[in-house]
T-cell receptor, first 113, second 110 residues
Framework: KAGVTQTPRYLIKTRGQQVTLSCSPISGHRSVSWYQQTPGQGLQFLFEYFSETQRNKGNFPGRFSGRQFSNSRSEMNVSTLELGDSALYLC????????????FGQGTRLTVV | ELKVEQNPLFLSMQEGKNYTIYCNYSTTSDRLYWYRQDPGKSLESLFVLLSNGAVKQEGRLMASLDTKARLSTLHITAAVHDLSATYFCAVENTGNQFYFGTGTSLTVIP
């Protein structure tokens, strides 16, 4: 059974650009959540999707957005990139919200220069 | 806002020794998770604790949950080098929304 797949694995972008990250959950999983990991702030919740609907959103500016498609794949978008957006972005999937934990992808390492 | 405090932040221990990592959280929750992260890697699920008094063991690691005290512990028995990693506890708020502790960076010294 394939795990959570995130693409791309690495990205280098320039300040002011925008970026889109992709996450394919485990087959059959319908809940996807996104996290940002930085050395200074640790792991912070970005947002969660279930059945194409955003259920929860963390405390991040509106430059961070996401969506989920009917096949449960999810994308997150960051517009007008700032240096501080450099981070490891992790996607997690679960069967449905609250169903026994989440499985994390390998992450996308975003570097903003 | 839900807060999760983990200590210690850094732990250097000799092989063969025992130690405990503590995770305190600020809200009532019955769902507590422990993850392991190796450098440059993703999060690997270790334990899922879903009720008060839950205890789970896997190899040299044992996790427990006291929901009344809002405390979970991860106990390491007779540490070996392969256990060197960063360990995170996480509390599930609603659905798939996790609040993570700061992480404990464990180094096991031969």
């Amino acid at each position: 059974k394939a795990g959570v797949t995130q693409t791309p694995r690495y990205l280098i972008k320039t300040r002011g650009q925008q970026v889109t990250l992709s996450c394919s959950p485990i087959s059959g999983h319908r809940s996807v959540s996104w996290y940002q990991q930085t050395p200074g702030q640790g792991l912070q919740f970005l947002f969660e999707y279930f059945s194409e609907t955003q259920r929860n959103k963390g405390n991040f500016p509106g430059r961070f957005s996401g969506r989920q498609f009917s096949n449960s794949r999810s994308e997150m978008n960051v517009s007008t990139l700032e240096l501080g957006d450099s981070a490891l972005y992790l996607c997690a999937s679960s069967l449905s919200p609250g169903q026994g934990g989440a499985f994390f992808g390998q992450g996308t390492r975003l570097t903003v220069v | 806002e839900l807060k999760v405090e983990q200590n210690p932040l850094f732990l250097s221990m000799q092989e063969g020794k025992n130690y405990t990592i503590y995770c305190n959280y600020s809200t009532t929750s019955d769902r507590l998770y422990w993850y392991r992260q190796d450098p440059g890697k993703s999060l690997e699920s270790l334990f899922v604790l879903l009720s008060n008094g839950a205890v789970k063991q896997e190899g040299r690691l044992m996790a427990s949950l006291d929901t009344k005290a809002r405390l979970s512990t991860l106990h390491i028995t007779a540490a070996v080098h392969d256990l060197s990693a960063t360990y995170f506890c996480a509390v599930e708020n609603t659905g798939n929304q996790f609040y993570f502790g700061t992480g404990t960076s464990l180094t096991v010294i031969p």
